[in-house]
């Protein structure tokens, strides 16, 4: 069983917006901090945001600060990834990831999902 599971992925036009969403199955997980890494052809795999359990304790890459936002609702075991002002550079596949050390999580997450693919294109 896959233990996260993304969607919302698409393609939209540059300035526009796309929410992802990512389900984390299992009671343990979803007690985890969680995060969004991106991994487009011919870059390294960049660190995105992440978020607390509680929410309280949020931070982000440097290439999406201002425009993405992360949010979880606990009681459905999603975290979200809100993106607006969308570039043709944040085109890539998104993966959801957890860990139970935001440390670990933002430099190695021991669970992740399958990605989803965000085209942003004319």
């Known amino acids: 069983q896959v233990p996260l599971v993304e969607s919302g992925g698409g393609l939209v036009q540059p300035g526009g917006s796309l929410r992802l969403s990512c389900v984390a199955s299992?009671?343990?997980?979803?007690?985890?901090?969680m995060g969004w890494f991106r991994h487009a052809p011919g870059k390294e795999r960049e660190f995105v945001a992440v978020?607390?359990?509680?929410?309280?304790?949020?931070d982000y890459g440097d290439s999406v600060k201002g425009r993405f936002s992360i949010s979880r609702d606990n009681a459905k075991s999603t975290v979200y990834l809100q993106m607006n002002s969308l570039k043709p550079e944040d085109t890539a596949v998104y993966y959801c990831?957890?860990?139970?050390?935001?440390?670990?999580?933002?430099?190695?997450?021991?669970?992740w999902g399958q990605g989803t693919q965000v085209t942003v294109s004319s």
């Open positions: 990831a957890a860990d139970s050390s935001i440390a670990t999580l933002k430099d190695n997450p021991t669970y």
């Open positions: 299992g009671r343990t997980l979803m007690y985890y901090p």
């Open positions: 978020i607390s359990w509680s929410g309280d304790n949020v």
